[in-house]
C-alpha cells in the first residue's frame, strides 16, 4: 500500500519561504510521477507543480513559477517543495499526489493521480 505523508507547513510570513517534504513508501517509485496540489478554503484543489522520479520537473501553475521549485531525492524517496516569497494568497492545504506509471506524465488535475498524502496546512500571514 503506497503512504504519502506531507511534513514541513507552518505559519510564515509574506515574503518567507518553507520547504514542504513528502516522504513516499509501500513500493518501488520508479516511473511515477509525484505531484503537489493545494486547496485554499472555499477552493478546488489546484496543481502546482509535479516531477518524474527520475527527476525531469513538469510543469509549474503560473501563480507559483519562479517561487517554488520542486525535487526529489530518490534515496531518501521523498519529495520536495521549496517554496520562496511566500504571499497570503499561497494560503492552503498542500498535498503531494503519486500518479501510477504508464498513464502519461503531464497530469494538471487531481482525479488524474492516484495516491494522496494527508496535507500539510501553509499559513502566510503577517
Known amino acids: 500500500q503506497v503512504q504519502l505523508v506531507e511534513s514541513g507547513g507552518g505559519l510564515v510570513q509574506p515574503g518567507g519561504s518553507l520547504r514542504l517534504s513528502c516522504a513516499a513508501s509501500?513500493?518501488?517509485?520508479?516511473?511515477?510521477?509525484m505531484g503537489w496540489f493545494r486547496q485554499a478554503p472555499g477552493k478546488e484543489r489546484e496543481y502546482v507543480t509535479a516531477?518524474?522520479?527520475?527527476?525531469?520537473?513538469?510543469f509549474y501553475a503560473d501563480s507559483v513559477k519562479g517561487r517554488f521549485t520542486i525535487s526529489r531525492d530518490g534515496a531518501k524517496n521523498t519529495v520536495y517543495l521549496q517554496m520562496n516569497s511566500l504571499k497570503p494568497e499561497d494560503t492552503a492545504v498542500y498535498y503531494c499526489?503519486?500518479?501510477?506509471?504508464?498513464?502519461?506524465?503531464?497530469?494538471?488535475?487531481?482525479?488524474?493521480?492516484?495516491?494522496w498524502g494527508q496535507g500539510t496546512q501553509v499559513t502566510v500571514s503577517s
Open positions: 499526489a503519486a500518479r501510477l506509471p504508464g498513464r502519461g506524465v503531464v497530469a494538471l488535475k487531481s482525479p488524474e493521480y492516484d495516491y
Open positions: 509501500g513500493r518501488t517509485f520508479s516511473n511515477y510521477v
Open positions: 516531477i518524474t522520479w527520475s527527476g525531469m520537473t513538469l
